[in-house]
């Protein structure tokens, strides 16, 4: 079963236009969550996180929505710039469990169009 | 500041034969993790370490699977012997301490069992 949902594979947006990629939970118990992002050939990197206690956390042209009643979250990005073609990871913890570990979704492929 | 160091970057070999994959964390970081990450998937965890003790192994299939973490710096993850769905990439990352959600990736070893 899917802790972290990440329901379209896939997005392709016009550069300078804004692109917002999807994310919902089913574990009520996750108070953090984080999005990742990943080029080709490299690791995962940290991008901007959110705790429960927030509802919106902004970093430059990178927002993040939490709705905690719909289990849902969401990455702004305004506006999309080719470079921010990758995939992105959305991932989740309950840092209150024992060890605190992420759980991540499948992740969304953005294509930002010239 | 270096970040984490992984070696192989690829690796192939046939199914019963046995592989190892290095890591080596960010200085000072008390925290490493590997995560295997199948093609269309997230990363999922496979163990945890806090310094040179394990803190999570519950995701990691024992009969084939074996990791270390020697002094608390560098860490192995063993696989012997290998099957077909072993395929993925093997990411490691480190964090500054244990329930430190923002980790840090390396680029990943990808294992390719044939």
């Known amino acids: 079963d899917q802790q972290v949902k990440q329901n379209s594979p896939s997005l392709s947006v016009q550069e300078g236009r804004i692109s917002i990629l999807n994310c919902d939970y089913t574990?009520?118990?996750?108070?953090?969550f984080l999005w990742y992002k990943k080029y080709p050939a490299e690791g995962p990197t940290f991008l901007i996180s959110?705790?429960?206690?927030?509802d919106k956390n902004e970093d430059g042209r990178f927002t993040v929505f939490l709705n905690k009643s719909a289990k849902h979250l969401s990455l702004h990005i305004v506006p999309s710039q080719p470079g921010d073609s990758a995939v992105y990871f959305c991932?989740?913890?309950?840092?209150?469990?024992?060890?605190?570990?992420?759980?991540f979704g499948k992740g969304t492929k953005l294509s930002v169009k010239p | 500041e270096a970040g984490v160091a992984q070696s192989p970057r690829y690796k192939i070999i046939e199914k019963r034969q046995s592989v190892a994959f290095w890591c080596n964390p960010i200085s000072g970081h008390a925290t490493l993790y590997w995560y295997q990450q199948i093609l269309g998937q997230g990363p999922k965890l496979l163990i945890q370490?806090?310094?040179?003790?394990?803190?999570?192994d519950s995701q990691l299939p024992k009969d084939r699977f074996s990791a270390e973490r020697l002094k608390g710096v560098d860490s192995t993850l063993k696989i012997q012997p290998a099957k077909l769905e072993d395929s993925a990439v093997y990411l490691c990352?480190?964090?500054?301490?244990?329930?430190?959600?923002?980790?840090?990736f390396g680029s990943g070893t990808q294992l390719s069992v044939l």
């Open positions: 990352a480190s964090s500054l301490r244990r329930n430190n959600e923002k980790l840090f």
């Open positions: 959110i705790s429960s206690i927030k």
């Open positions: 574990n009520s118990m996750f108070d953090y």
């Open positions: 370490f806090q310094n040179n003790g394990v803190v999570d």
């Open positions: 991932a989740a913890s309950d840092s209150r469990g024992s060890q605190g570990n992420l759980i």
